[in-house]
């Protein structure tokens, strides 16, 4: 199979398209869980501005997690976007 898109195209369109398809998706998906992550960190850095007297509370521990789940998240739809154009 050729690297070059076009000729790919023409040899295997049905895959070449699907995986088009599947890295837009990726694409989607990776624009939203970056809205998700920066609204996060916006919200902690507020939170971390505003100060506490003793520990941090639960929902700042919940959402520095979060802020760690969305980024292995995009990790893996970036593997993915990688995965459909090589694949």
Do not use: K
Request: glycine share 6%; aromatic share 12%.
């Amino acid at each position: 199979m050729s690297s070059n898109p076009f000729i790919r195209l023409f040899e295997a369109p049905i895959e070449t398209l699907t995986a088009g398809a599947y890295a837009l998706i990726l694409f989607a998906a990776l624009l939203l869980t970056w809205y998700a992550l920066g609204r996060n960190l916006l919200t902690l850095y507020s939170d971390w501005q505003n100060g506490w007297i003793a520990l941090p509370p639960m929902t700042y521990c919940a959402r520095a997690a979060g802020v760690l789940v969305i980024v292995a998240v995009d990790l893996l739809l970036i593997a993915g976007i990688i995965h459909a154009f090589t694949g």
